[in-house]
């Protein structure tokens, strides 16, 4: 058992109290910060090892900003 944590995001971007939880391994605790309830995402870490950036449904349903136009580039 390892002991993780998870720290979610604010709708402005901060990062908020840590919920700390145990788990077997990497990817029970990723599937958790994936779809554990955190709508705005979440960083994961055990102990001080940083283990990833999550983003939560609200990042997934915002539009990506339109393309730039390509320049072509004159010397």
């Known amino acids: 058992m390892r002991h993780y944590q998870l720290f979610a995001f604010s709708a402005d971007g901060r990062l908020l109290d840590a919920v700390s939880r145990d788990f077997d391994n990497d990817p029970q605790a990723i599937r958790h910060a994936i779809a554990g309830g955190f709508p ?6 055990e102990g001080f090892r940083f283990v990833g950036r999550f983003h939560g449904a609200v990042a997934a349903e915002t539009p990506a900003p339109a393309p730039i136009a390509p320049r072509v580039l004159v010397h």
């Not at 705005?40 to 870490?45: A, K, Q, S, T, Y």
């Open 40 to 45: 705005n995402g979440c960083e994961l870490w």
